[in-house]
């Protein structure tokens, strides 16, 4: 269970928040100094502070299956003190007795009750917890010091008197019930020794004078009187025999002043030792008070895949990431919801920020659970992903085609991206690592044309609210040989166009339409420069014209700069055959150049 600790305070997570950089804190342990940075990895926290981050819900769940009792009781402990030491009495009775129904055996739990109890005033209900506490754990002195406590408010002075005896006999350091007692010996004019042990005979003589049991006074104590029913009915016999005794001491015999003092104790909460010592003790049960039955369970017996299940995909989580509202989803699913609006897909909440901070942190507890209880369905579901990846990294069978302009080898092609499934599209590129997607024009009656050019990504630029800038630049034609959708984009089944192959007469015969149809652009750039003043210069004419299957790529950038019709474009674009391809570009320079 310690997966579950705070990496800053070291016990259970409380209120788990998690964090930009993954890591997961308690919420109360992010909003000290220095909290603008992560606490485990430094990193400057961009969301700012603990603040803005609402808890993540599926940890809160976790915890909740994996501690039930443990996680829930902790937690009620540690409100109850928050509220007694608010002075909020009512509350702190009516939530202790809603964690003692859940954890009945909890001692510290039944102290405070007690303790809250004593508050409101309601002894006989603050004195049923003593008891109890009492026969849980027989040697420990705070169950009689809270009897004690109880009995003095309901004015049996001298049953109080034995139990604070009791708790000074477990325990001589016990140094409010050591004033408890000097201080009723004080009220019936007894004498105050100072020595403990003799404090303790003091109060044994005065006990036995004033005709009060005194068996109560042998410790240990005997079994019998601990079990929870034989010490209700010895509370009943008790209240027999204060009866009996109530003609040796009036109420009048005690000063006010011990009332005092307790009133004042009670408006003003514990008294600083009482507090301490209630510390030590919740510290110790914190960590020792494991349920023996859940700590026997491992986590694996706790917990089900489906519990570690995206919400988007209903599959186990790949690399998790939490948003600021608290949800988790596997990144890759985040970010294609985000694509299309900026809200959580559960809640709603503007994640505008989180997205422009572009970082999905794995949130790394979760990440490290998964791997310690699921480790081999973990594997699975990446075997998965990979297997998924390469199907989307081929280059023949299922090409990613963008449908929109005609793009041509060794041309650039800036692009804008907006739309979702081209966000989508330019993400798996640089997933898989192939950087490359197929350029298609629009065609009416197919989606999109027969002919296209792959274009391969140089870089892309995230602008803060998901759109992208990305620079391309032209490859290979293809031919398309099938048509298919994927997740709302285009692919294609392709077959790579290659030049015809020239040898020989042909091929010199080639080379010098080559010469010829470059020297006809050259003269036409300089007679019409401001036709290509958008386009710079024209490339370098190849030593080698068939050194790229697709031919020398200055033919492509005059088609790309020429204002031709783009079914013409296409016609030239679509040749194997350089020969036809120089032919037709020498008879569109002609024109060009008789042009006035
Ligand atoms: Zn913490
Ligand atoms: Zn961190
Ligand atoms: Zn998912
Ligand atoms: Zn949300």
Redesign the pocket.
């Known amino acids: 269970m310690e997966i579950f600790?705070?990496?800053?305070?070291?016990?259970l997570?409380?209120d788990p928040v998690t964090v930009p950089c993954g890591h997961s804190?308690?919420r109360?342990?992010?909003q000290g100094p220095g909290a603008e940075r992560c606490l485990d990895c430094k990193q400057r926290l961009k969301v700012r502070g603990a603040k803005d981050l609402k808890c993540n819900t599926l940890l809160c769940n976790l915890l909740e299956k994996c501690l039930p009792t443990e996680h829930n009781v902790n937690r009620i402990k540690r409100e109850l003190q928050e509220l007694l030491s608010n002075q909020e009495y009512e509350d702190a009775a009516k939530l202790a007795s809603k964690g003692i129904v859940m954890a009945p055996e909890d001692v510290p739990l039944r102290i405070l009750c007690s303790q809250a109890f004593l508050a409101l005033k309601q002894y006989p209900e603050a004195l049923k917890e003593a008891e109890v506490i009492c026969n849980l754990q027989k040697q420990n002195p705070e169950g009689f010091y809270r009897k004690g406590m109880a009995l003095i408010h309901m004015d049996k002075k001298r049953e109080a008197l034995a139990q604070f005896h009791q708790c000074l006999v477990l325990n001589p350091q016990f140094s409010d019930a050591r004033r408890e007692i000097e201080q009723l010996l004080e009220d019936v004019s007894c004498h105050v020794p100072s020595a403990v042990e003799d404090l303790l005979a003091e109060v044994s003589a005065y006990l036995k004078s004033s005709s009060y049991d005194t068996d109560i006074l042998k410790a240990p104590l005997e079994a019998s009187y601990i079990n929870h029913t034989s010490a209700s009915l010895k509370l009943e016999g008790a209240s027999d025999e204060e009866k009996n005794s109530q003609c040796l001491m009036t109420t009048n015999d005690l000063t006010s002043l011990s009332q005092i003092h307790r009133n004042l104790m009670d408006t003003e909460g514990l008294s600083p030792t009482e507090n301490d010592r209630l510390c030590q003790h919740f510290k110790l049960k914190d960590t020792e008070e494991v349920d023996p039955v859940q700590s026997a369970l491992s986590l694996q017996d706790l917990l089900s895949v489906s519990d570690v299940e995206c919400s988007l995909c209903i599959r186990m989580f790949l690399d998790p990431v939490t948003t600021p509202c608290g949800h988790t989803f596997c990144r890759e699913c985040l970010e294609r919801c985000l694509d299309h609006r900026p809200y959580c897909p559960l809640c709603k909440q503007s994640l505008r920020e989180y997205l422009k901070a572009g970082c999905y942190s794995i949130t790394t507890l979760l990440q490290d659970l998964m791997l310690s209880i699921f480790p081999s369905e973990m594997a699975e579901r990446k075997q998965l992903h990979l297997s998924e990846i390469a199907e989307l990294s081929s280059l023949v069978r299922n090409v990613p085609i963008f449908v929109c302009t005609v793009a041509f080898p060794g041309i650039p092609c800036p692009l804008h991206i907006f739309e979702p499934r081209y966000r989508l599209m330019m993400r798996r590129c640089l997933e898989t690592g192939t950087k490359s997607f197929g350029m298609c024009l629009y065609e009416t009656g197919k989606s999109f044309a027969d002919y296209g050019c792959m274009l391969e990504i140089l870089n892309l630029e995230y602008l803060p609210d998901g759109r992208s800038l990305v620079e391309t630049v032209g490859r290979r034609r293809f031919q398309v040989k099938q048509r298919g959708l994927l997740d709302g984009y285009h692919t294609a089944e392709v077959e790579y166009l290659v030049d015809k192959r020239l040898e020989g007469e042909e091929l010199q015969e080639v080379e010098h339409l080559n010469n010829m149809v470059y020297q006809l652009l050259q003269d036409c750039f300089t007679q019409h420069s401001h036709v290509f003043v958008n386009h710079g210069h024209p490339p370098l004419k190849e030593n080698n014209i068939q050194d790229s299957p697709d031919g020398p790529s200055w033919c492509w950038w005059l088609l790309s700069v020429l204002p031709l019709d783009p079914s013409y474009q296409m016609f030239i674009f679509s040749m194997t055959s350089l020969k036809d391809r120089l032919l037709h570009l020498k008879h569109i320079l002609s024109v060009f150049q008789n042009r006035p």
């Open positions: 600790n705070c990496p800053s305070c070291h016990q997570l409380r804190f308690c109360r342990c992010l």
